[in-house]
């Protein structure tokens, strides 16, 4: 990579300091020529390349343009060549080399045992949907007591949930047991293990018939065409991660179904889902779905209130309702 040419300069030849700023530029140019799939909590190359040196150099991704004129040591320099040759030669999700992922600005440990966190879900629960002036998802988002996150994943959405509603209580239900791993190494890195707790399991059967004021869940909603289109930086991920059924919708139509049995009086549900909208208003006709659009998302991300979740079973076509 460039970085390269930069430490072979001729003796004598005062060679230009190596900054923070031109590191980014010249690892997101090399990022970029490689063609790369960038969906794993970076955008882009510039924005992928920032977390590297950053991650690097300790620097926390908020704060990497305030040191942008820093100059950089040739070992660090080496250490992020290596780096990117490997994500380049791989296609591995740089969170996976790194070990971290941020969302949020919130730090999350990460390897390929549980899918690299990026969930739309987190923009909403730190928005204004939760207890703005004029509208808020929940009557009294502070005094929210509990919180259901189902397929948990590495936890994050559960984290940044009691992170959120200081006064719950959190359950997060995964069914892998490699990323309940994941789960808990985060919940005790992040000292919430009295606060949170991790359940193995298939969607609501660890909880029995426990209720909660709210139920958040990214679910694997990817259909079978999508499965097939998987590129390489997802297939380094746990393909029960993605995998939704035939039309992405089988575990998102179970919460749906089940969602109204585990929510107090005034919950309601959070979920996001991939490309199913269309197909999801279909089977579900009653269903009034309140969709919320993301900074990176339109249509992706539905809100439920319990009110109209108690008893709405799917539309399943050439089935009598
Ligand atoms: C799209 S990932 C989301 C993970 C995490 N919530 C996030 O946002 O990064 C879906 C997760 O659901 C888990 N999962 C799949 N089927 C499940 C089931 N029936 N019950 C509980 N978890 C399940 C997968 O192992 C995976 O960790």
Redesign the pocket.
Known sequence: MNVRKTLKRKRGVPAKPVTVASLVRSVAADLKRAKLVFAHGTVDPIAEAAFIVAETLGIHPHFIAARAEMPVAAAKQKKIARLVDRRIRTRKPTAYLLKRIYMLGVPFYIDER??V?R?FLGEVLASELFAGQSFSLLPDAEAVGSVLD?????G??AILSAMRFRGAKVDA????KD?IEVARRNAAEHKLKKRLRVLRG??FAPVADKRYDLIIS???YVDDAGMKGLPPECRHE?A???DGGTDGLD?VRRIIDEAGRHLTRNGGLLCEIGRGREALERAYPKLRFLWLDTEESSGEVFWLDAGQLRGAPAVIPGRSP
């Not at 189902?150 to 590495?154: I, M």
């Open positions: 549980a899918i966190p969930s189902l397929c948990t994943g590495s994050c959405l239900v995964e069914l892998s990323a298939d969607l990214n679910p694997p746990p029960m991660a993605f575990i």
